[in-house]
Every structure is written in C-alpha cells, then in structure tokens.
T-cell receptor
C-alpha cells in the first residue's frame, strides 16, 4: 500500500524565517494534497497538485510537486504565528482520483517562536 | 467553518462499551468519509459512503461499523471498545465519489477510552 513519509516530524522556527516541509511517496503520485490542522481542530485544505513540476501558491505558502522523485515540498516564506499547526500531505491512491479515500502522512508539527 | 458537523466533540467511555459518532456533511455533498487519527498511526482512512451506500473500506476494524442515512448524515459505531481505540475521529465530505475534489473535514470527535 502507498505510504507517505513527511519530514521533518516537527519543526520550531523563529517568526519571520522561511521553512520547508517535505512529503515523499513510496509509489507514484497521482494527486497530492496539502492540509493544515490546528491543534484540536479539523483539517483545512491548502492546495492540490496533480502534474509533475506543478507549483501553487496561497498567500505565503508555496507547494511544488516533483513527480520523478515522487515528492512534494511545502515552503512557507516569512513565517507568522498563524502558520503554526500540523501540516499533512495526502495522496490519491489511484490515477484520476478513485473513491478509496486519501492516504495521509503522519504530519509535520510546526511551532513558530516569536 | 467547513460546513461539516460532528457530534459529540468529546466522548469519554470505558473499555467494552459501545459509542456512536455522528456526522452531518456539507449541504449537497453525497460522499462521507471517516478517518481515525492517533499519534502513532497518523490519519487513517476507515470507510467511505456515497449516497447511502458503502463505497470504499480502509483500515476499519470488524468492531466498527458505519452507515449513511437517506438525509445523508452518517454514523460511526464503535463497539467492544479498547484502550487503543482512543483517538480523534474525523468525518469528511465531498461532492462526488472521486477524491480529486478536495475533502471538507469536520472538527472531529475526541474519543477517550478509560
């Protein structure tokens, strides 16, 4: 079965600094989703990447998909306290979506130090 | 607010007991997904329903069952509870069977089995 490994598991960053979170899949990536979870709350959709080389941005968060490496990275520029939380990557198990639910990584816990 | 409602928010019970978790999907969404989140396993897909019918099964134990009602709300039943069942249970909804569409997550039910 497909596994997603996220690194690092946790990250403490000083406010204003840049950071990168990685998500590596054990199998071909057909669709890669990034979600953010605030402690004790549900997951909020950030971005979805589908094609190799695709890059998307939302405010100060940029995500890229490297299809050959079966990897995605999430980059936050000039981090703010509001960026703190758990970042999870999720992937489709099949090409063209499929109905089998998303597989998720275990998440990266991000703490922003003022 | 994702539009997905989960009740109760917290549940404390004893081993051997049975509990029911409830989920109301976003208005118009036909698919409901159940996920279990724990520290060691991360976010695990349990089961998906589409318009009242079971569509896909993940790592769901035989002690667990779910259903989706004609009004599209869903219930997850957990029986013969064990300490290891303590986790955060999420419900998510989407508009179709394919997970290419982003999932909308509820805020979860925190289950504590004592």
């Amino acid at each position: 079965s497909q596994e997603l490994e996220q690194s690092p598991q946790s990250l403490i960053v000083q406010e204003g600094k840049n950071l990168t979170i990685n998500c590596t899949s054990s199998k071909t990536l057909y669709g890669l989703y990034w979600y953010k979870q605030k402690y004790g709350e549900g997951l909020i959709f950030l971005m979805m990447l589908q094609k190799g080389g695709e890059e998307k941005s939302h405010e100060k968060i940029t995500a890229k998909l490297d299809e050959k490496k079966q990897q995605s990275s999430l980059h936050i520029t000039a981090s703010q306290p509001s960026h703190a939380g758990i970042y999870l990557c999720g992937a489709d198990k099949e090409q063209n979506g499929g109905a089998d639910g998303l597989t998720f990584g275990k998440g990266t816990h991000l703490i922003i130090q003022p | 607010d994702s539009g997905v409602t989960q009740t109760p928010k917290h549940l404390i019970t004893a081993t051997g007991q049975r509990v029911t978790l409830r989920c109301s999907p976003r208005s118009g969404d036909l698919s409901v997904y159940w996920y279990q989140q724990s520290l060691d396993q991360g976010l695990q897909f349990l089961i998906q329903y589409y318009n009242g019918e079971e569509r896909a099964k993940g790592n769901i134990l035989e002690r667990f069952s779910a259903q989706q009602f004609p009004d599209l709300h869903s219930e997850l039943n957990l029986s013969s509870l064990e300490l290891g069942d303590s986790a955060l249970y999420f419900c998510a909804s989407s508009g179709g069977t394919s997970t290419v569409e982003k999932l909308f997550f509820g805020s979860g039910t925190q289950l504590s089995v004592l």
